[in-house]
């Protein structure tokens, strides 16, 4: 059995996705670090104190406004410094021919993204100080449990409230495909009223698709490019993955599995925040004063660095998972494999990437790996009885994480994606 075959692209194609993603690499990782390296910066020396002192003083210097204004000051920061990074990653971007979109368009959606970034932080941190001027020593014990609701709300509201922000969602139009799609759906025992569209042209001409929402906000979203360049079938085998992760719940996991690590960041935070040489150190005088933000912020995201390789492991298993599904579905690897070949092509990605960079950033496994697992599909349900179409019985493993399948551009105007991600 070959599972290892290197002929599904051409020398040329892996090239062109190899150097597209060492073009993008310096600046993706340069954002992330810089980003790292201010919120350290910021919230282990006096320097972020400073900063919350002075612009609170700006609006009065109450307590509420050197929360405010200091988580403000704070969010801003962080997305100004990783804005020449974004901008570095966009212009490489551009030279391959995913970018259809103007600098403006560009610049309208960082201000768009540092919006939405403002309104979802600034009422946590009025919250986060209002439960530590409530109790300075025990705050994280109802803090732990808040951030826990607050983690699936978030999720439950996503489909409502962040996307929209930055795509239109049009149900998709009658026709064979829909029709097709629904009876998909059908087949797999999963109420889906609509795929959902999602205008992704007017930024890139990259492929994508992704589940998000729970319950009432459950949906499945497919690009506007992937329906207009795609064959109809190659759609029905996005789709078919997508419904693996509804089938699996893989949303909810992943809402659960993120509950979980919220509340535990928020015990380490609590921990931590009384610990008097970080408290010394970053020039506040315990978890009430709000000078203590950005000490705060720097363990939370030093915590979010250190979780990345455990959450992108655990979308790599997910991944895997919804493949079998929309192989066992379907019972169709060929069209399985055109697909893969088709996003990884359109999308330029790098189809066999070094594995340092898989273990460190990939959410997906690389194409090479999903066409390879196809195959060994196929080669498993051929030799068990003789027909084609892979093994019976569903995956049980119990894996973790957010499910969505992450948008190759991130809206944000950030530089998402290290290396490009795959996608679906
Ligand atoms: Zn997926």
């Known amino acids: 059995m070959d ?25 993706a990782l340069g954002g992330r670090l810089t980003g790292l390296a201010l919120t350290l910066v910021l919230g282990l020396t006096p320097a972020g104190a400073g900063l919350v002192s002075a612009v609170g003083g700006w609006f009065g210097g109450s307590r509420t406004a050197e929360v405010l204004a200091g988580a403000a000051a704070l969010v801003v920061l962080g997305q100004a410094a990783q804005l020449p990074f974004g901008a570095g990653a966009r212009t490489v971007r551009a030279r391959y021919g995913l970018v259809t979109q103007g600098w403006a368009g560009w610049a309208l959606d960082a201000v768009r993204g540092l919006a939405l970034a403002l309104v979802l932080v600034l009422p946590l941190a009025l919250g986060l100080f209002a439960l530590t001027a409530w109790s300075p020593q025990r705050w994280w014990v109802s803090g732990a449990g808040a951030a826990a609701v607050l ?211 990939a959410t997906h496994p690389s194409a090479t790996r999903r066409i390879a697992a196809a195959r060994a599909w196929r080669a498993e349900g051929t030799s068990a009885d003789g027909t084609p179409g892979g093994p019976a019985g569903e995956s049980t493993d119990g894996p973790t994480d957010r499910s969505t399948d992450e948008p190759t551009d991130g809206p944000t105007g950030g530089p998402a994606g290290i290396p490009p991600k795959p996608v679906v």
């Not at 599972?3 to 600046?27: N, V």
């Open 3 to 27: 599972t290892t075959t290197t002929d599904d692209f051409t020398p040329a194609e892996r090239a062109r996705g190899r150097a597209l993603r060492r073009a993008q690499l310096p600046w």
């Open 151 to 361: 983690v699936g709300a978030l999720s439950f509201l996503h489909p409502l409230v962040v996307e929209p922000v930055f795509n239109r969602f049009t149900p998709m139009p009658e026709g064979p495909l829909r029709t097709a799609l629904l009876a998909l759906a059908q087949r797999d025992g999963v109420g889906i009223r609509d795929v959902l569209v999602a205008d992704a042209s007017r930024r890139t001409t990259a492929l994508n698709a992704y589940v998000s929402g729970l319950g009432a906000t459950r949906r499945i979203v497919a690009y506007d490019t992937l329906l207009s360049t795609a064959e109809p079938r190659e759609v029905e085998l996005v789709v078919a993955h997508e419904l693996g992760h509804v089938k699996h719940r893989d949303v909810l996991t992943g809402t659960v599995l993120g509950a979980a690590g919220a509340a535990v960041a928020v015990v380490v935070l609590g921990l931590l925040g009384t610990w008097r040489p970080l408290l010394e150190a970053a020039g506040a005088a315990d978890a009430a004063d709000p000078r203590a933000l950005p000490l705060l912020a720097a363990i939370g995201a030093l915590l979010g660095a250190l979780s990345g390789p455990a959450q992108c492991a655990a979308s790599r298993r997910i991944e895997a998972r919804a493949d079998r599904h929309a192989l066992e579905l379907t019972s169709d690897a060929e069209q399985f494999i055109a697909m893969q070949r088709r996003l990884a092509l359109a999308n330029v990605s790098d189809v066999d990437p070094p594995r340092v960079l898989e273990l460190l950033f």
